[in-house]
């Protein structure tokens, strides 16, 4: 379940439940003043009643006190029957609780009637109030409560979800920001900064990541200026090494041993130098200091040179290699130098991983508004899960060929693709073998 609708739904509940008890309590008081007021109402009814027997003393007429007590009985339901006492016996006042049972639970009410009055000295009231009509009136109430307290709760809890979800949205947007902001620095983009997400503790979290995202990139940046200065400096000597002993071969004075010797260097000095060559080169992609200078140039020629560069070290290895230009390509905006490395990397990959006696072939065709350059070899191919990987820096797969080799080819190649505005990729199966292209647009 989504965070913010977790949100939502605890703060619809926590205002649900407080509505809920403030209801009762509320429902509770209402409850106790709804008795007292009907102890008010049976006290008013009986002072009422007494100050109209004295009225009607001093009238000297008891009619008013009858008059009085029917006006009272069709006001209070509940009074289920009146008399009064004059002329010496008690006479029922008529109409009163007609439709009221005359049940036991009667609650006798007297009136005495005063002393102190003249010819009516004797005048007293009777009344019966029902004690199942008062429950009921008290009931009926207690209902009307509880269905205003339903119809408040249910339009609380509907307010209460219309305001929460907002505020878990608002809270979750800002947890799924930071969330993506630690997805990508996962991935290596550390040089993201997040925007000020308010002062509370997600603002601090937020602040804490920027912190650490500032701090990684500058380890980061450190790590990167470190191997570019040390490969920098790593290769003038290889270089220096390299021409020496190359020179030392050349020469007839060698003898055969030592001669197996100084191939062996020279062999692990080259790759060292192809080693130290490619992790400069990534240093610099990396820094943005890699120096790219395209002009309008054929693509025709540098992958037909590059074939046949090729030709030689595939023929000794046992393969055949073979291209396919179609020579209607337009000249194309690109880094000759750069291209070059591309597809250096894709026919000696090609050359690592196919066995003897397999074939390469290296075409250059127009699909679309792309010239696509391909590699395709007969080799031992790739898993659907490795070629998504083998495109990142130092990402090599296990191969039974036990081809050498840092996995830093394809990045390269991948990031110069780029800075053309061109695709990369590769369509590969294993054991059948892999056609690697890149494609540049032909305006
Ligand atoms: N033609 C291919 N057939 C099968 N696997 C390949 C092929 N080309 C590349 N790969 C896989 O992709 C990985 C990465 O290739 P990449 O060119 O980046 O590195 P590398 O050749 O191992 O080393 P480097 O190019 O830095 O000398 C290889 O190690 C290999 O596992
Ligand atoms: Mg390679």
Redesign the pocket.
């Known amino acids: 379940m989504k965070l913010s609708y977790k949100l939502a739904l605890v703060l619809s509940l926590a205002a649900s439940l407080s509505v809920l008890l403030s209801s009762m309590v509320f429902l509770g008081i209402e409850y106790s003043l709804l008795k007292n007021s009907e102890i008010k109402t049976e006290s008013a009814m009986k002072t009422g009643v007494a100050g109209i027997i004295r009225e009607a003393q001093l009238a000297n007429d008891p009619l008013i006190l009858v008059d009085y007590l029917r006006l009272l009985g069709k006001e209070h339901k509940e009074i289920g029957r009146c008399r009064v006492w004059m002329n010496g016996k008690w006479r029922d006042v008529k109409g009163i609780g007609a439709n009221l049972k005359k049940d036991n639970a009667l609650i006798l009410k007297v009136f005495p009637a005063s002393k102190t009055a003249g010819e009516l000295a004797s005048l007293k009231a009777q009344i019966w109030l029902s004690r199942s009509a008062i429950e009921n009136k008290i009931s009926a109430m207690r209902r009307s409560l509880f269905r205003q307290m339903e119809e408040t709760s249910g339009v609380f809890i509907f307010l209460g979800i219309i305001f929460a979800l907002p505020i878990g949205r608002g809270l979750s947007r800002r947890i799924q920001i930071i969330e993506n902001a630690v997805a990508k620095i996962g991935e290596g983009k550390a040089g993201m900064r997040l925007e000020k997400l308010g002062r509370d503790e997600i603002g601090r979290l937020s602040e804490g990541v920027n912190k650490m995202a500032e701090r990684l990139d500058e380890i980061d940046r450190i790590k990167k200026d470190f191997v570019a200065s040390v490969t920098h400096e790593l290769r003038s000597p290889l270089g220096a090494i390299e021409s020496h002993v190359s020179h030392i071969l050349s020469g007839k004075t060698v003898g055969e041993e030592d001669r197996k010797s100084l191939s062996l260097i020279l062999n692990n000095v080259n790759r060292l130098s ?2 130290v060559s ?1 992790l400069l080169q990534m240093a610099k992609i990396e820094r943005g200091k890699l120096d790219f200078m395209p002009k309008i140039a054929a693509l025709s020629p540098i992958v037909e040179d590059g074939a046949l560069f090729f030709a030689s070290a595939a023929q000794k290895a046992g393969m055949k290699l073979d291209y396919k230009v179609d020579p209607q390509i337009p000249p194309l905006r690109l880094d000759p130098d750069l291209i070059t490395h591309v597809l250096a ?1 894709f026919v ?3 050359l ?3 066995r003897p006696g397999g074939t390469i072939f290296v075409s250059l065709e127009r699909v679309g508004n792309w010239a696509e350059c391909s ?1 395709k ?1 007969t ?4 898993e659907e899960k ?1 070629v998504k990987r ?1 495109f990142a820096p130092f ?3 296990r ?1 039974p060929l036990k ?9 390269i ?1 991948k990031s110069i693709i780029e800075m053309h505005k061109g695709e990369i990729g590769v369509e ?1 199966k294993p054991g059948v073998g ?1 056609r ?1 292209y890149f494609r540049l647009p032909l305006k």
């Open positions: 192809h080693f490619n990397n000696s990959n090609a690592k991983f196919t590699v070899d080799g031992i191919g790739l490795d083998i990402e090599r797969i191969n081809a050498t080799g840092v996995g830093l080819g394809l990045a190649s590969s892999s690697f």
